[in-house]
């Protein structure tokens, strides 16, 4: 799909009444593998982001990389993306200008928080926002500067942690009022605070469900019953694509060969097929082709 088409999708999925679940995509053939699962879309996570380049989720990140990354995934698969574009990489011109650069990068919404810079991850103590005032000011750059309607814009609000879950309802309603099409109250604690945040604001709210964070991992169904629109899966793939890295580095320097890891990995067959090699071939084979191995193979 095009951008723009990506984007009715999502607002459609929006307004369905169903639970739209993103799992975090932290390359672009995992985004095919979400797509070939057949989840409704894929969240691209700044947090991600940053670990793949070594960093903490600090708000080191540029836009560029980002917007980069962006294109990338959004590139190789017909689901919506979704981003994290942290607290818009500055004051609210740089704002607009993010939101016009993912845009172009085909990414179908993107979330902009209410924290200070250094921005800290959600689930983590010592966070602080800014002035509704000002998040709001973000909020309406966000909204004046997107060139295409569907465009979704989420605002993220810190405060439960800071304020209270009373303070942080407050803050959501001015942020839809600025424009929000969506709300993401990060670190929410039980269902009752996602009810309770779904009954007080006009525009579906996102849960986040990553690891090891403030929030129970709750269930689909859980969630669909609290009246959540939008559930990501931030870093679930990362940490399970980091764990088993980290068991077969220990294993080889044991062991002294992968071999033994051979059954737990993906075949050069499956991998050629995910990557769409065959169709590559097709594309046009007078120019040049290769053979597609078939079968379980070794890699």
């Known amino acids: ?73 959004s590139s190789v698969t017909n689901l919506p993306t979704f981003i994290d574009a942290d607290t818009g990489f500055g004051e609210p011109m740089n704002v607009a200008r993010t939101i016009q650069s993912l845009e172009a990068a085909g990414v179908a919404a993107c979330h902009l928080e209410d924290q200070v810079n250094p921005k800290r991850c959600g689930h983590l103590d010592g966070k602080s926002v800014v002035s509704t005032d000002e998040m709001v000011r ?8 997107r060139t295409d309607p569907n465009f979704v814009i989420c605002a993220r609000t810190d405060a439960r942690a800071i304020e209270g879950l009373d303070a942080a309802i407050d803050r959501a309603k001015a942020y839809v009022e600025a424009g929000a099409d969506l709300v993401f109250p ?39 019953s609290a009246g959540v629109s939008l559930v990501i899966y931030p870093v679930t793939l990362l ?33 050629y097929d995910v990557l769409g090699y065959a169709e590559y071939s097709r594309l046009d084979e007078s120019v040049f082709n290769f053979t597609i191995p078939t079968g379980q193979e070794k890699p």
């Open 186 to 224: 990060e670190a929410l604690t039980d269902l009752h605070e996602f009810e309770t945040f779904r009954k007080a604001v006009d525009v579906p709210i996102l849960a986040n469900m990553t690891e090891f964070g403030k929030s129970e991992l709750f269930t689909t169904k859980q969630l669909a």
């Open 1 to 73: 799909m095009t951008g723009t088409q990506s984007r009715i999708a999502l607002r459609e999925g929006l307004a369905s009444g169903r639970l739209l679940r993103f799992p975090g995509a932290f390359t672009p053939i995992t985004a095919k593998l979400i797509e070939e699962r057949g989840f409704e879309g894929v969240y691209i996570s700044g947090a991600v982001l940053a670990a793949e380049r070594g960093l903490p989720d600090i708000g080191l990140t540029t836009l560029t990389e980002v917007s980069e990354r962006g294109r990338d995934i």
């Open 138 to 145: 973000r909020i309406r750059a966000a909204v004046g500067a």
């Open 239 to 271: 940490r399970i694509a980091l764990g088993a890295i980290e068991r077969a580095l220990d294993s080889i320097a044991t062991v002294g060969t992968q071999a033994h890891l051979v059954p737990d990995m993906q075949t050069r067959a499956r991998l």
